[in-house]
């Protein structure tokens, strides 16, 4: 179990250093860092001062070494575009992103395992089916769609909500949250909603998939057998069974919450981090872009280790090292 | 007082789309407390819809169409799905095959029975796991105490059955469903958990129906035998009295068509119910076939082969581990015999066939065939042998036309030329007596049996003199056996083919080979003529092997010849 | 398990087959064809998007102005009502006009166009890519597969609208600024095609491990065909059926992936507009009250994204009928 763990944290640590890999790909030959930083007037000496302060003449692996010795303190270089370090960029639109996406995924994960255990029991039901056939259109239904449709409804309509923004602020410190003023809060609302719904729905349907698989195998059918309650065969054997793939889709689901925050943000002019990454994609804003890059791959990696340790607290095969007879 | 199980004209339908699929047809039998029946017949008979039926556990859309089910004097087909329930598992119980598969691996083995126990006696917490070790105990378990606590994945196959066994006795029922509890086993595991059942029964007056193809089984455990074709019953009676005096002429003609271990048949009798017989023109065949070179000496040579698996991998060589499935084994083959392979699984008995055939490469040792190793040049030994494998449901290539499949080897190989493909195909067809239309259709469009005999068609398209038969006949009907170890007899004879014949199923290998080798976990522990294998085996290991054969000196020898 | 017996007549000779249907017949009579027959939700959606498709390939023959033909635009037309006469002009639009002018009708025509085919080409791309990759790991095993297994894996961690928006940021980067509109449709379909081909590789590689542990790849291995005709010949066709269901689904996320795209700002540009472009558009005008401008674009990609996500559900559940 110990080799198993170690396995899976060296595996997080050769993907940081693939994105890293990648990040820094970026930065290295995706728009000529010298042409950003000079612009037209300059010399042939100014271009070779500027190669030999940034190391660009050195090696490769150098080069590369040096972009993660920096990264490592926070050092992400200076945004083309707003002239400010990259990190301190960062750290400012963190929180709301943040904030964001902990209350839809929380939102999306409690009501998405609820409803497709549900679907998957009542599989018959009336009930079941109409959330089933809602949700299929709520795949089909893009994030920005909802967004704008929620503003369209609550904001312009009914005037209930604001529709961007994030209300107020409480700074403390090191960290701002809108979670305790009233218009923070009712800020958050429509962007919630609009972020945790599709993944929600696509929670789901998986879980409902898995538990029907989960239903359909010997074991199940041997405990009806056997004669254990409804309850026992579908709570007890069926929903834990059904947790080992499900734990690692909703881990991968979690990560594309913070992706689809990008849609969000956009859509309500949410502050964070995702907004900034689709202006740094607008513009070629490479340290942004590089950065972004390097922050969520943190976070990913961090989720599918904290997967990987649900994963070995659910399923006793993984908890013993070695075959027994 | 257990009571006992009443069965009267039960019929059992499943609507399909095309028609009304009658899987049980007015089927009437009772079970005795204590009683270990046998419900026997080849697939698609309806034993096992019988089980699933008294269990209230058809798979949609099927349903009891007529007839009722009596425990006692309690009737219990219809009832609602809560009574069902309390019923199930408190007066019936049921074992399922696969032991693999019907244990919940994320529960320990303790949880599942303290679980089962506390749904039905009146006990709980510290005395529900008392019992539950008790149990565990009373199937053999040794250690239950720390046993209980371990997860499914932690015990071996024959202990998982136990395991099963034990969960199913959990609430004392007055019934327990057995459908084909030892088929997933290896014959020593299957003897001990036959006895196991047919001990409880006794002790503990439960009624056992025993739902298995397997007529040995049926003649080893059962009291009572119930013979199904095709959803009826066609025979039922005394164990003793059904297999040694059969009635009806579905019953002797399944009997007759068991291989037995103490006789060697020439041919099997064909008797054949319920259908048309096809002919097998082996005269024909054999006119154009290319008469075999004279050979000194074996035809294939097998010399300290060896095959390792690797069995934990890691970055750093000297930490990887490797498991060894065959461990130098040696053999001859002689032009024009049949040379059996047997072992249990795991063996390494498979693995050595797909050594030969060019599919595993070797880590040790060489293969010669006709005096030149098989690595100097595969080309010409391609062309000269062919294999049938074990599944017919997955040997034939689903998306391909049968006179695709039969033709390629022969295409590709170039054995025949171009022009003489199709007409070639449809000779082979028509003569392992299937017909030439058959080339037309999909493989889905054909039976088991017919299907191996598209195989056999195959092979033989590029007349191989080497023919490897991987367990031909163990995915098959005992009747359907029967002709395709006929034809495989006729090939030996008539063409003068060289086999290497692998199985488990000690009574074929009777009737098959000339000679046996014994393997046991990849070493090959004896190599013996077979009709001396059999009575005078030398190492003990062959010797558990033939003892543990189940018996067949029940059954009826009438129209056998040896 | 239980098997349904074969006809016991068929067990031992072969049925008598007095003449067999033809191939469109049997098609006919298939179990998916019976299937669809028999599911108005299904028939419904083939139907929608059939209709849809349809007047996308012949748009210039049913659009009854041509948006990007700046000869045909009026600007006084701009702001039309649906189905209203315009207070300048008198002319009559069906779904109304955006600022410039263009009839939405046609723009939509024109811009579904433009989403299919980025949805089709990327689908196709990841298709290609996936299925390829796939069948090698699958095939192989070994190194081959850890290695593309562990690429994908670590790009499955990465959400695949994510991975589309770095390479098209990527793209963007390479591409001269003066090339980047012209050549932005195609750098669509290389973000969405590169980010999906990971779905159809993890089922192709798992569909391709069961098939090549049947005998039947056994059988041709041992008349010494080589690795690239088993997978092609033998193979392919039998994990065929999981790849279609998977690539109508990822047609309505590619579909939709390029709508996100256009609307954000990193996907068609305005002189090649989609649905998403035309909604991000249509959303500057939402709040003053010109609802149509967003309104029918939003309509056409939902209707076009749900009649293809209910034909792979319909799909799935008929290739898969244990599932009932």
């Known amino acids: 179990m110990v080799s198993y763990i170690l396995r899976r944290v060296l595996q997080s640590i050769i993907v940081l250093l693939v994105v890293g890999l990648v990040a820094f790909s970026m930065f290295r030959f995706v728009g000529d860092p010298i042409e950003q930083l000079l612009g037209q007037e300059r010399t042939q ?69 609820a409803l497709g255990v549900f679907t998957a029991i009542r599989r018959k039901g009336v009930a079941a089916n109409v959330i089933m056939s809602t949700s299929l259109i709520g795949v089909s239904l893009p994030t920005f769609l909802i967004g704008i449709l929620l503003i369209y409804v609550f904001g312009v309509q009914l005037r209930w909500l604001p529709t961007f923004g994030r209300g107020e602020v409480v700074d403390l410190g ?83 919450i913070i992706a689809f925050a990008i849609i969000t943000e956009t859509v309500f002019q949410w502050p964070g981090v995702g907004l900034l990454f689709i202006n740094a994609v607008q513009f070629v804003d490479i340290p942004v872009m590089a950065a972004y890059l390097m922050l969520i791959s943190v976070m990913f990696v961090a989720i599918n280790l904290i997967v990987d340790l649900l994963y070995v607290w659910v399923d006793p095969r993984l908890r013993v090292d070695g075959r027994t007879a | 007082m257990t009571s006992p199980l009443t069965i009267t004209d039960l019929t059992v339908e499943f609507p399909t789309r095309r028609k009304l699929f009658t899987a049980v047809d007015d089927a009437t039998l009772t079970v005795e407390p204590g009683e270990i029946h046998g419900l026997v017949g080849e697939s698609g008979a309806g034993k096992s819809t019988i089980g699933a039926a008294i269990m209230g556990l058809l798979d949609k859309p099927g349903r009891i169409a007529a007839g009722t089910i009596k425990l006692g004097e309690r009737e219990i087909s219809g009832l609602d799905p809560a009574a069902m329930r309390a019923l199930r598992g408190k007066q019936l119980s049921m074992i399922f095959q696969d032991p693999l598969t019907s244990l919940n691996p994320l529960f320990t083995v303790g949880e599942q029975l303290v679980e089962t126990i506390e749904a039905h006696l009146k006990l709980s917490g510290g005395a529900a ?434 | 398990m239980t098997h349904l017996p074969a006809d016991p007549e068929t067990e031992t000779g072969l049925a008598p087959s007095a003449h067999r249907p033809s191939r469109w017949r049997a098609a006919w009579d298939s179990d998916i064809a019976y299937s669809f027959r028999h599911s108005p939700v299904a028939m419904v959606a083939a139907f929608v998007t059939a209709l849809l498709i349809l007047s996308a390939i012949f748009a210039p023959l049913i659009a009854p102005t041509n948006p990007f033909d700046p000869s045909s635009l009026n600007l006084m037309n701009g702001f039309s009502q649906p189905m209203e006469p315009n207070a300048f002009t008198g002319d009559t639009f069906l779904m109304g006009t955006d600022d410039q002018g263009r009839d939405v009708f046609s723009t939509i025509l024109y811009g579904m166009r433009i989403s299919l085919f980025v949805g089709a080409m990327a689908v196709l791309l990841a298709m290609v890519l996936g299925i390829t990759l796939g069948l090698i790991a699958g095939y192989f095993r070994g190194w081959t597969d850890t290695i593309i297994m562990r690429i994908a894996d670590v790009q499955l961690t990465f959400p695949s609208i994510l991975v589309a928006m770095l390479i098209f940021g990527i793209a963007r980067g390479i591409i001269p600024i003066q090339y980047r509109d012209e050549m932005a449709i195609w750098v669509l379909i290389l973000a969405i095609g590169l980010s999906d081909w990971v779905q159809f590789a993890r089922v192709v590689r798992g569909a391709t491990m069961v098939e090549r542990g049947k005998e039947y790849v056994q059988a041709a291995q041992l008349i010494g065909r080589s690795p690239l005709s088993i997978m092609v010949g033998h193979i392919l066709p039998n994990v065929l059926s999981p790849v279609l269901v998977i690539a109508t689904i990822s047609l309505a996320l590619a579909i939709i992936a390029e709508a996100t795209l256009s609307f954000l700002g990193v996907g068609a540009p305005p002189t090649q507009p989609s649905l998403g472009t035309l909604i991000r558009i249509g959303q500057d005008f939402l709040f003053s009250g010109e609802w149509w401008i967003l309104f029918f674009p939003a309509c056409t990609l939902l209707a076009l994204a749900l009649s293809v996500n209910l034909l792979g559900d319909w799909l799935r559940d008929a290739l898969n009928p244990k599932l009932n």
């Open chain 1, 174 to 256: 090191w960290w701002t949250t809108g979670l305790l003023t009233e218009s923070g809060l009712k800020s958050l609302i429509l962007p919630a909603i609009t972020l945790g719904l599709y993944q929600m729905t696509l929670i789901m349907r998986l879980v409902r998939a898995e538990m029907l698989e989960v239903l359909r195998q010997d074991y199940i059918r041997f405990a009806r057998a056997r004669g254990l309650s409804a309850k026992a065969v579908n709570f007890r054997h069926a929903l834990k069974n059904t947790m080992v793939p499900v734990i690692t889709v909703t881990g991968l689901q979690l990560g594309s």
């Open chain 2, 129 to 562: 796991r008392k019992r539950a070790i008790e149990l565990l105990d009373r199937v053999g378990i040794p250690n239950p105490d720390t046993r209980v606590d371990q997860y499914p994945h932690q015990f071996s196959g024959g202990m998982r059955q136990r395991v099963v066994i034990a969960l199913a006795l959990c609430s004392e029922p007055d019934i327990i469903i057995a459908d084909e509890p030892t088929t997933a086993l290896d014959v020593s595991i299957q003897a001990q958990i036959l006895d196991l059942i047919r001990e409880l029964a006794r002790e503990r007056q439960v009624g056992v129906i025993l739902i298995t193809h397997d007529m040995g089984v049926i003649a080893e455990t059962t009291d009572r035998v119930t013979v199904m074709y095709d959803g009826r019953i066609v025979e039922s009676g005394p164990t003793a009295q059904v297999l040694g005096h059969p009635q009806h002429e579905y019953t002797r003609s399944l009997i007759a068509a068991v291989p037995r271990p103490g006789l060697k048949l020439d041919r099997f009798p064909q008797i054949s119910y319920g259908g048309r017989e096809t002919t097998f023109k082996i005269e024909d065949l054999a006119r154009d076939w290319p008469a075999q070179p004279r050979t000194e000496g074996p035809l294939l040579e097998v010399r300290g082969i060896t095959k390792r698996f690797l069995d934990k991998g890691s970055l750093i060589p000297s930490r990887r581990t490797y498991f060894t499935a065959v461990d130098e084994v040696s053999f001859d083959i002689r032009a024009g015999e049949v040379f059996g392979l047997v072992g249990e699984s795991g063996s390494g008995k498979s693995t050595i066939a797909r050594m030969i055939a060019g599919l595993y490469p070797l880590d040790g040792g060489e293969v010669i065939f006709d005096g030149t190793p098989i690595s100097e040049d595969p080309e010409a030994f391609r062309r000269q042998v062919q294999m049938i494998f074990q599944d017919p449901y997955s040997s034939l290539n689903p998306r391909h036309r049968v006179d695709r499949i039969v033709a390629e080897p022969a295409l590709h190989l170039g054995v025949i030329p171009k022009e003489n493909v199709k007409a070639r195909v449809a000779e082979l067809l028509d003569r392992v007596g299937l017909g030439a239309e058959a080339g037309l259709k999909y493989p889905h469009e054909f039976s088991g049996g017919q299907r191996q005999r598209i195989s056999i068609a195959r092979a033989l398209a590029t007349q191989p003199r080497f023919l490897i038969c991987d367990e031909p006949t163990s995915a098959l009907d005992v009747s359907i056996q029967a002709q395709i170890l006929n034809i495989l007899k006729d090939l030996q004879e008539h063409l003068g083919l060289t086999m290497l014949f692998i199985s488990h199923d000690l009574p074929v290998v009777r009737q098959m080979c000339d000679r046996v080798g014994v393997l046991k976990g990849g070493q090959l522990v004896e190599v013996q003529e077979t009709g001396r294998l059999f009575e005078a085996p030398d190492h003990p290991y062959t010797k558990e092997l033939i003892r543990l054969m189940p018996k067949t000196d029940l059954l009826s020898t009438e129209g056998l010849t040896g």
């Open chain 1, 45 to 113: 000496q100014d271009v070779e001062r500027l190669r030999e302060a940034l190391g660009l003449n050195d090696p490769f692996i150098v080069q590369y070494a040096d972009f993660l010795a920096r990264a490592l303190q926070g050092d992400f270089g200076i945004s083309y575009r707003q002239s400010r370090p990259v990190a301190e960029i960062l750290l400012e639109r963190l929180p709301a992103t943040l904030e964001l996406a902990f209350i839809s995924g929380f939102l999306a994960v409690t009501l998405g395992i």
